[in-house]
């Protein structure tokens, strides 16, 4: 009987170990296409899977991945690599969409290799690794692999990767934004964010909750509040919704940079060393500071030296009706800052675009 009862128990626990976590990739017992077993650097168990020679095997991948992804949150792995060379990869989760003529239908993230030694590779499904057209879904995964070539990448010569401990993740606990509200009243910007923190386990838990500024600024225009240590307890399966919110006064974001974001990193604590805490970003950006007519950084004198001036010399009626053209095409658009940060790869250029146009505006 009592053998029965520690049997039943040891299969509950490894039932419940192989729902939060499944393994693509040990290399104890085989490995992937492209890969070869190797004891030389090894992060967990006895072997990893080894990758050189990338000029003959260009793309590594698992033989066979579940098609069915759509229960896991994250794939996560840890890559040794000899020699921070630079070398470009591509990791594809395919899902091909006959459907959609227009072509390859995959989620993907391009990376460099510019890093020594092991790093753990943490990504958030439809997150780090995202869509390009129309992928049918995470519920139909063709194949995983890991790319030298395309995408104007290149096998180099001297790139050496080890590969160990890849796994689909389900996260424990999961963690998103629901709302957020913006609220300005006695001077002070208040950004207040509305967070369901979800109980995926299969007992009534209470978890414990970090909270840091990111980036490099020792000081911050943003103050964060209302972040509890802990949440209160959550049953299985269930919800509960903290509200952190972002707050600065209108003279610390009068000394801020306008345009520029903040951010503040949330980590729920899971208590489980082999899964990576889920963690949410807050962010929020510095408005353009409020002025009197007409509203920009130029004021009536500017003008009325520059219309001197277009009367005087042709060059500057001609940048003076350039500069009052452009105004009128912005002054039909509403410009709003977001405090979210976009899926666009060049957002910087936006910020800097529109940096240079209020710059340009003012001379
Ligand atoms: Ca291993
Ligand atoms: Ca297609």
């Known amino acids: 009987m ?14 419940f170990a192989a729902d939060d976590t499944l393994s693509l990739g040990d290399f104890e017992t085989w490995t992937w296409e492209g ?26 991948k698992p033989k066979r991945v579940p098609e069915d992804w759509s229960s896991y949150d994250r794939l996560t792995f840890w890559m040794y690599s000899e020699k921070a060379n630079g070398q470009s990869l591509t990791l594809v989760c395919n899902s ?10 995959y989620y993907f993230l391009h990376f460099r290799v510019d890093w020594e030694g092991w790093k753990l590779f943490n990504l958030r499904l439809g997150g780090d690794i995202v869509g390009t057209r129309k992928p049918v879904g995470w519920h139909k995964i063709d194949y995983l692999s890991i790319n030298a070539g395309g995408w104007q990448h290149h096998p180099l010569a001297d790139t050496v990767l080890y590969v160990d401990d890849v796994k689909l993740v389900r996260d424990p606990v999961r963690v998103r934004v629901t709302d957020r509200e913006v609220v300005q009243e006695d001077g ?22 970090e909270s840091r500024s990111r ?24 919800t ?21 974001r903040e951010e503040f990193v949330i980590t729920v604590k899971t208590g489980n060393p082999d899964i990576p805490d889920p963690e949410v970003i807050l962010g929020a950006a510095i408005p353009l500071p409020e002025r009197e007519h007409p509203l920009l950084f130029a004021t009536a004198d500017t003008f009325a030296q520059a219309k001197a001036r277009a009367e005087k010399y042709p060059w500057a009626k001609k940048t003076l009706d350039g500069i009052i053209s452009s105004a009128d095409s912005a002054a039909a658009l509403t410009v709003d800052i977001p405090d979210e940060v976009g899926q666009w790869s060049q957002r910087q250029a936006c910020v800097q675009g529109l940096r240079r146009g209020v710059h340009r505006l003012a001379v």
């Open 215 to 238: 980036g490099e600024a020792d000081e911050h225009v943003y103050t964060l509040g209302g972040v509890l240590r802990k949440t209160p307890e959550i049953a299985a399966g269930e």
């Open 35 to 60: 890969l070869e077993k190797s004891t030389e650097q090894v992060k967990q168990g006895t072997h990893s899977g080894k990758w050189a020679n990338l000029k003959q095997s260009p793309t590594i």
């Open 96 to 105: 091909e969409n006959k459907a959609d003529k227009e072509g390859w239908d």
């Open 2 to 15: 009592r053998f029965v009862f520690v049997f039943a128990t040891l299969l509950a626990t490894q039932l």
């Open 240 to 260: 509960a919704t903290i509200r952190p919110e972002l707050s600065a006064s209108a003279k610390r974001l009068a000394a801020g940079e306008p345009l520029t």
């Open 188 to 209: 002070l910007r208040r950004i207040i964010y509305s967070l369901e923190i979800e109980n995926r386990s299969g007992e009534a838990l209470s978890f414990g909750l």
